[in-house]
């Protein structure tokens, strides 16, 4: 990560939207910053009304070089991060939506033939992978490696192959035009142009859909363990999911939490044997099934208060009491760009052929969005290679 993004300072409250968005912006391009919540902290008020004439004036969000930035959009963050949002040219021979390890596998084989190739990602490069904070399965790396240095290797590999990289860039439509060539468009109404478009825009975090969540994400209710989690030393935490991730998650978390907690909904846990009795050993670790989240409380803080549950077997119902929630209960994939144009199964993911194209010629889709994929970085990055092998199969095919 860049030294000179570390020490950017934002000033907000729990209840503003505009601060909500900026820093999640800031977590989706995996820039550090310090959080300041002047409502909680007020001794900071009087900075902010220094900064901004008297005016509390939130988010106000200060740099490293001295500059500040007040409600700002998106794109004036991206502008002062120097992220690039818009392409040098308008067309391209093919055209990759997602940033992580498929994409920028694809991305890698295809620059090294001479493809001119253009990825569009609307994070931080890595995807999952790059939130990690370690990769201990991903072959060559024997001492395992940092999700971030994993997704920056990635990045750099990329563009030493001439691809160009588009981030804080969000595609929300892909045509075909009447010339035959297709058109991918950005939210900031950018259009370009390809022969080829490879979907590889993975997937994202499941949400529990209980009253109080949407209010409480960012502040008590979390998604990645390791971009949270640090907030919690000395506290108590609830992970949700008995799965793979939900084990893994919560072991890490005892790094900050003097305690956590796993809640299943199902009867059993679906964690591996090694996971399970891993968390068993621990005094600081305790696992519930065929429990329900139904509500999350809020305080006076606009925080959590306590989570409602309700045992499946006896319908009881139970409040605990914990500082925060972290969810881990499976993905969902990013096709909203392809809905109603290509098919899908039953929970989104897109459906394509042996050579992972796409019932529309020339879309191809291949990760995490796939339907079928193992939903491993390894598998991952295989499935990029393969997209760009059969994409070059298929721009010789069209000439």
């Not at 160009?164 to 468009?185: H, K, M, N, P």
């Not at 825009?201 to 989690?229: K, M, N």
């Amino acid at each position: 990560m860049n030294n000179q993004t570390e020490n950017i300072t934002v000033y907000s409250t729990t209840w503003c939207s505009d601060c909500k968005r900026a820093k999640k912006f800031f977590g989706e391009q995996r820039i550090a910053y310090t959080n300041i919540d002047i409502e909680e902290k007020p001794e900071f008020i009087e900075i902010v009304e220094k900064i901004n004439g008297g005016k509390r004036s939130v988010p106000t969000i200060v740099f490293p070089d001295g500059s500040v930035l007040v409600e700002p959009t998106n794109a004036e963050l991206a502008e002062k991060l120097g992220l690039q949002t818009e392409a040098k040219r308008s067309f391209y021979d093919v055209i990759i939506i997602g940033g992580g390890p498929t994409g920028l596998t694809a991305a890698i084989y295809l620059a090294r033939e001479g493809i001119e190739t253009l990825v569009i990602e609307r994070g931080a490069l890595g995807g999952q992978a790059g939130m990690t904070q370690s990769m201990e399965n991903f072959p060559g790396f024997d001492q395992g490696i940092p999700g971030s240095e994993f997704a920056d290797r990635l990045g750099r590999q990329a563009r030493r192959f001439g691809v160009e990289i588009l981030q804080a860039a969000d595609v929300t439509q892909i045509e075909r035009e009447e010339s035959g060539y297709l058109c991918v468009t950005t939210r900031n109404k950018k259009n370009y142009g390809s022969k080829a478009v490879l979907v590889a825009s993975g997937a994202h975090y499941r949400r529990l859909g209980v009253p109080g969540e949407d209010s409480l994400v960012g502040s008590s209710v979390h998604f990645c363990a390791t971009c949270d989690g640090a907030f919690y030393f000395g506290k108590d935490l609830l992970v949700v999911g008995g799965g793979n991730s939900g084990f893994e998650e919560g072991l890490f978390l005892t790094k900050f939490a003097k305690r956590v907690d796993i809640v299943e909904f199902m009867p059993e846990v679906r964690a591996s044997k090694i996971l399970q009795d891993k968390i068993a050993s621990l005094p600081n670790m305790n696992v519930t099934v065929n429990h329900e989240v139904f509500e999350l409380k809020i305080n006076d803080r606009k925080r959590l208060k306590s989570v409602i549950v309700k045992d499946r077997g006896t319908g009881e119902i139970k409040e605990w009491v914990y500082d925060g929630i972290f969810i881990f209960i499976g993905l969902d994939p990013n096709s909203e760009i392809l809905k109603n144009k290509v098919d899908m199964d039953p929970h989104g993911f897109i459906i394509t052929d042996k050579t992972l194209q796409t019932k529309i010629k020339g879309v191809y889709a291949a990760g995490d969005v796939r339907s079928g994929s193992t939903k491993q970085a390894a598998a991952a990055a295989g499935e990029g290679a393969t997209a760009a092998l059969m994409i070059r199969d298929y721009l010789k095919e069209i000439g």
